[in-house]
């Protein structure tokens, strides 16, 4: 990470680590220090980091800054793995598998956040989705080295967590009852 515009962090920062929105407590030079709480370690797979391992690393996003991909929390919504790995041209096509509660909010051509990689789904089943991985991304990030088994931070897309909250059944909820009294169904 020496590579990185240290010089532009400042105390207080937050920084995604493999998809984990993280506060820097302390700046060192070329890293940072960081406190992360035990529901952290419980949903992500930063308990599985050892000294030195790669990981991926992306400043929080700035008003005016191109979104150059979806909209990315760093709340990581749970612990994925990679079922299946395989080349296709220059890219490699993975799947990977969540847990039956975060299936709900995938779907065929919208966007996850793997490891703090935002991407495009390309097919959905079950709890099981695939991606294609462009040789710039496998390059770029740490997805070069997933194999089957691989365990992952997924973050299921913001907006769909959003939509399923307003079509829930509460009291003023977004209904399809609503959406036709007002001609939008």
């Not at 709340?75 to 975060?102: C, N, Q, W, Y």
């Not at 079950?126 to 992952?152: Q, S």
């Amino acid at each position: 990470a020496a590579d990185l515009p240290w010089s532009e962090y400042a105390l207080g920062d937050s920084i995604s680590v493999n998809g984990v929105c993280l506060t820097a407590v302390r700046l060192l030079d070329g890293g940072f220090d960081t406190d992360v709480s035990v529901e952290t370690l419980d949903v992500t797979t930063l308990k599985q980091l050892a000294v030195g391992d790669t990981v991926n690393l992306e400043p929080a996003l700035r008003v005016g800054d191109a979104l150059g991909g979806h909209l990315v929390s760093g709340h990581v919504d749970g612990i994925g793995k990679v079922t299946a790995r395989g080349d296709d041209a220059r890219s490699i096509r993975m799947r990977f598998e969540v847990p039956d509660e975060l299936s709900r909010y995938i779907a065929k051509k919208g966007s996850i956040c793997v490891d703090g990689v935002s991407l495009t789904i390309n097919e959905v089943s079950g709890n099981t989705f695939g991606l294609n991985i462009i040789p710039h991304t496998a390059e770029m990030t740490t997805m070069g080295g997933y194999e089957v088994g691989t365990a992952v931070n997924i973050e299921d897309d913001l907006l769909a967590r959003y939509i399923e909250r307003m079509l829930g059944g509460e009291a003023g909820a977004l209904s399809i009852d609503f959406l036709r009294e007002h001609g939008y169904a």
